[in-house]
């Protein structure tokens, strides 16, 4: 649970009791409880402020950990660690806290979307479709602690060579803002399940999800010290979780500089290291392709979120017999889909904000900037009242869906990340044309294909250079199905069994099984006679 959680643990029901949804301040005491509290640090924390993307409106203040208060956390989470609590239970007694966790979890699954939806400025509708999958990760992974099995190696002679897996130590994960439970949660799932102590670092702009979900831990029987929140920057508690010397494993998901300068760091401790990086998906739509099917599975791809994920739809390939009819319908539904954004709080809501004016300045001025290509639908900020319910864009960080024809594979709108609801479009006659097209990318962890010739689907799935492709559908997921990318879109896999065991790592047992005259006979190397080495 997180450090000093029965505190926060008390907190939760007051906030319950009067109604709330999160606290207005969360202080350092809540998530950093000291062995010696004449040891903390008497100078005022760094403050956070959690600001509404969609209005401005600040939502809380979080105390952002220090430099002292991170070493403490990794020193407390090692020695928890080694005390064997965690570690050293059973795989059914942790499959048992996973599964009670989950069933705290889907209990606030409503507060959760809302607060989701406050903090990023996504539409309420997909927050609280997106919550009610999260307790699926936590139930899966104490499913296969209950089912997974280990091996015995086939070793030569009469020895018995088993197999286990267990814990790597204490490991840090850094999770990102456009689904800030939900990744927090698919990385959170595995490491418990593997014995290890977990520490987090939430990205500030949206903590408060995270921080109100290790308050469930108390109740479901995760003992202290095991899961720890450490809100703050990147380039500060990040960093240091990074390099500290005790995390044995790092696991980010990031933009792909981000990615490599920590992947530095933590290959200098010679820890492990898993990434979900950056991403330029590719959606390939072929001449037999439905179009009514095509058009809203690439909309979603593209506009979910506002454009803000790493398996975005954002070049949209379409071969030439279809390029005037799919494009006919797919700009009609970005008309509908902008004339339906609005509130993010509204149900009837269609897309939401950019997570930050900031953000918003970048999607700006890479449009503004581009050399090539033109402007169908969108390309500027939006400002003025939602045709839905009047909202005021102007308080907010609101870009409209945006689609760009004609620009050229060397354009900075092709090649690099915009993370926000900006499309290309571009034509391609073959099937090998579209695969180049494609595969014109230093990314590559989404593609999507679109066609109702089966051979080609899974010719063309197998050739784009990606390491998860949809045909005839987009953005699907599952605990269960491994997720990562190819070339700069990371290194290692989350979800799965390999996510299971990349938290873990193996240790062989031998054990000679042979009697003892057998063994005096076939053993005693230096008698000069020969016998069987290794």
């Not at 990318?441 to 989404?446: F, R, T």
Request: aromatic share 8%; hydrophobic share 40%; with cysteine.
């Amino acid at each position: 649970m997180t450090i000093g959680i029965s505190r926060a643990f008390c907190q939760q029901h007051y906030l319950q009791h009067k109604g709330l949804l999160f606290q207005d301040h969360y202080q350092r005491l809540s998530f950093v409880k000291w062995k010696d509290t004449s040891s903390l640090v008497t100078r005022d924390p760094q403050r956070i402020t959690v600001t509404n993307p969609a209005n401005g409106k600040q939502l809380c203040t979080v105390d952002a950990a220090s430099s002292e208060e991170v070493e403490w956390a990794v020193s407390h989470a090692q020695t928890t660690f080694d005390s064997g609590i965690w570690s050293k239970a059973s795989s059914i007694h942790r499959a048992s806290v996973l599964s009670r966790l989950a069933v705290s979890l889907q209990r606030r699954i409503p507060d959760m979307a809302r607060i989701d939806t406050m903090q990023t400025g996504r539409p309420i509708r997909e927050m609280n479709a997106q919550m009610t999958r999260l307790p699926e990760w936590l139930s899966y992974y104490a499913a296969l602690l209950r089912t997974n099995q280990g091996f015995v190696a086939p070793t030569q002679g009469k020895l018995l060579n088993y197999v286990q897996r267990v814990p790597l130590g204490v490991v840090a994960q850094i999770t990102p803002f456009n689904h800030p439970l939900f990744i927090a949660i698919k990385k959170i799932a595995p490491a418990l399940a593997a014995g290890n102590s977990v520490i987090v670092k939430p990205s500030e702009l949206t903590p408060i999800s995270l921080l109100e979900f290790a308050s469930l831990t108390q109740e479901a029987g995760l003992p202290d010290g095991v899961l720890t929140i450490l809100p703050g920057y990147g380039h500060t508690t990040g960093k240091q979780l990074a390099t500290h010397p005790l995390v044995r494993k790092v696991d980010i998901t990031a933009g792909t500089r981000t990615g490599r300068a920590l992947g530095a760091i933590v290959g200098s401790n010679l820890s492990a290291f898993t990434a979900e990086l950056g991403g330029k998906a590719p959606i390939l739509i072929f001449d037999d392709a439905d179009v009514i099917s095509a058009v809203n599975g690439v909309v979603f791809a593209s506009f979910i979120a506002s454009g803000q994920t790493c398996v975005s739809g954002t070049r949209i390939i379409i071969q030439e017999n279809i390029y005037e009819s799919f494009m006919m319908e797919f700009l009609r539904k970005v008309e509908s889909i902008t004339q339906g954004m609005g509130d993010p709080m509204n149900e009837r809501c269609s897309m939401g904000s950019i997570i930050s004016p900031h953000h918003l300045n970048r999607i700006d001025d890479m449009v503004a900037r581009r050399q090539s290509g033109t402007v169908l639908a969108g390309g500027k900020r939006m400002l003025g009242k939602s045709l839905l319910d009047h909202f005021d864009f102007s308080r907010g960080s609101f870009y409209p869906p945006t689609v760009i024809s004609d620009v050229d594979v060397s354009d900075e709108l092709w090649q690099e990340e915009i993370f926000g609801p900006v499309v290309v479009v571009k034509k391609f006659s073959t099937e090998s044309e579209g695969v180049r097209l494609a595969n014109a990318s230093k990314y590559g962890l989404g593609a999507g294909v679109w066609t109702q010739d089966l051979s080609r689907a899974h010719r063309v799935a197998a050739d784009i250079d990606a390491g998860l492709v949809w045909v005839n559908t987009h953005h699907r997921n599952d605990p269960s199905s491994p997720w990562g990318g190819m070339k700069e879109s990371g290194i290692g896999r989350e979800n799965g069994i390999e996510a299971l065991e990349a938290y873990s790592q193996s240790k062989s047992i031998i054990v000679n099984v042979a009697s003892v005259d057998e063994s005096r006979q076939t053993d005693d190397w230096f008698s000069g006679e020969q016998k069987r080495y290794g």
